[in-house]
């Protein structure tokens, strides 16, 4: 039995001609042999977990089924480092409140995914574990910071896949490991048990071959909990129910701002190609402004590196984590976090810590939180007028390894057309909706905030109308 590539349905249905362990046990296989270093741990319980569902007859709606988690996400017993060397052997006592929920649907867990180091970065270059390779090019990065999330799933080593969003951490490997990838409304997944990078920006967000298992795995993880203060308390809506092919009469909003200077010339093509696939399909478009999407990149930055600042600060040596050796209080915590942290998390925090510092936080920090507002208003504006948004998700296709590791400005940039989101709060989902140059192009559907549905019954008609989703990665077939 090949345990590559399947649906949820699929994997349920198998479960049921074989039995959860014996599914199981062929992910595992798989995770063995690959080549991609998309995990960071693989759980030992894994096999024990599905064995017990078999025998206890679970009927819960992801019974049996397995998911790949992470490492900034809590799960008791497993290893939670954040691909960092701050926090290797740091094994948390509790579970995170989305896999309190996944445990009680019966999934189990494979083990956690490599990531940029404390998820900064668009590569999975920073990991202190190594790179994570593309499941596509080998010699190509699959994204980040949840590289190894999206590349796992693209390589068929795990149906789905959890990651973390904070500037397009979910979406950005997602469209460059041609997988589906949604980052939810700000509070509409809860954070509990998640290691905090910018609490106001980031949010857990389902990946997946396809737009029915990320309606799958909403309907399990979305919802209000009391241990998080930014949980909103909405209604749930149901999100398999949005899986409908039909979008006739649906308007999309193209941001013109979205295709500026520097876009690839194939990604350009594959969007507006994806764009006028939906108007086919009796959707309606129009361009529309959003012109303070030009200060939202910098805005950004400057908010997410001073929450990282502080969120950071507690990484010192002294309760948990890594700790060196110092012959006073003031030179074990230096030479913890100097020794502790990577290149990239050390630039954030010196950066957040200027910004916020004394003199300079209303000339950077206080003007960004403006600027913030500006493109919210952007948003607010746009969405009044349309359904959706429709851009591309990533202006170009997934880069080398080691090619902007020298020019982190070049990295920055690259999330240009994915932090406005989370500076607004919206929903946004990418999915594969073409290739340039034997690469994966991701389209990137935005919605008005809890209106997910929408978002998945546009990416599903899409999805039934095309055939991208089917292409599967031939470096690892």
């Not at 090949?2 to 798989?30: D, F, G, H, R």
């Not at 208003?377 to 590791?405: C, I």
Request: glycine fraction near 10%; aromatic fraction near 8%.
């Amino acid at each position: 039995m090949a345990a590559k590539w399947m649906s949820v349905a699929e994997v349920k249905q198998q479960i049921l001609e074989s039995s959860a362990e014996e599914l199981t046990a062929n992910y595992l296989e798989t995770i063995n042999k690959s080549k991609i270093n998309g995990y960071i741990t693989v759980s030992d319980k894994a096999l024990e977990q599905a064995k017990k569902i078999d025998i206890e007859g679970l009927k819960g709606p992801l019974a049996g089924v397995p998911i790949a988690i992470k490492d900034n996400i809590s799960v008791k017993g497993l290893p939670n480092s954040c691909g960092s060397k701050m926090l290797k052997n740091y094994i948390p006592p509790f579970n995170a409140h989305v896999i309190e929920k996944l445990l009680e649907a019966g999934a189990v867990i494979l083990g956690k995914t490599n990531m940029d180091e404390f998820a900064m970065g668009s590569s999975t270059e920073s990991s202190y574990f190594g790179p994570t390779l593309n499941p596509w090019d080998l010699e190509r990065v699959p994204g980040g910071s949840s590289g190894g999330s999206a590349a796992v799933v693209a390589a068929g080593e795990a149906p789905f896949a959890l990651g973390s969003d904070t500037g397009g951490s979910v979406r950005c490997p997602a469209a460059f490991c041609g997988v589906v990838g949604l980052k939810p409304t700000y509070g509409a997944v809860s954070r509990y048990g998640a290691v905090a990078y910018a609490n106001s920006l980031e949010q857990i967000g389902p990946l997946a071959n396809n737009v029915s298992d990320i309606a799958v795995l909403m309907d399990v993880i979305a919802g209000p909990d009391a241990r998080d203060s930014t949980s909103a308390p909405n209604a749930k809506p149901e999100y398999q129910a949005a899986l409908k092919a039909d979008i006739k009469g649906l308007r999309i909003g193209v941001p013109k701002e979205y295709f500026g200077e520097g876009i690839n010339p194939g990604v350009e093509k594959a969007v507006w190609a994806a764009i006028q696939r939906c108007e086919e399909l009796g959707a309606f478009w129009e361009e529309v402004s959003m012109p303070h999407t030009k200060y939202a990149l910098a805005s950004y930055y400057i908010i997410a590196m001073s929450e990282a600042s502080s969120n950071l600060a507690r990484f010192d040596g002294t309760r948990y984590g890594f700790r060196a050796e110092g012959e006073t209080w003031h030179s074990l915590i230096s030479k913890t976090r100097a020794e502790g942290f990577g290149a990239e998390v050390k630039r954030r925090i010196l950066l957040g810590t200027y910004a916020l510092s004394a003199g300079y936080h209303d000339k950077y920090y206080l003007k960004a939180l403006k600027v913030r507002s500006l493109v919210k208003q952007d948003f607010e504006k746009a969405l009044g007028k349309v359904d959706v948004l429709m851009a591309p998700t990533m202006p170009n296709p997934a880069f080398k390894l080691g090619e902007r590791l020298e020019d982190p400005l070049s990295l920055y940039l690259s999330d240009v057309n994915t932090v406005p989101i989370n500076l607004a709060g919206v929903p946004s989902l990418s999915l594969p909706c073409g290739f340039t140059a034997g690469l994966p192009v991701g389209l990137q559907i935005i919605g008005k905030p809890f209106e997910e549905p929408t978002l998945l019954q546009t990416a599903y008609t899409f999805e039934q109308n095309t055939d991208y989703h089917n292409k599967r990665p031939p470096e690892v077939v």
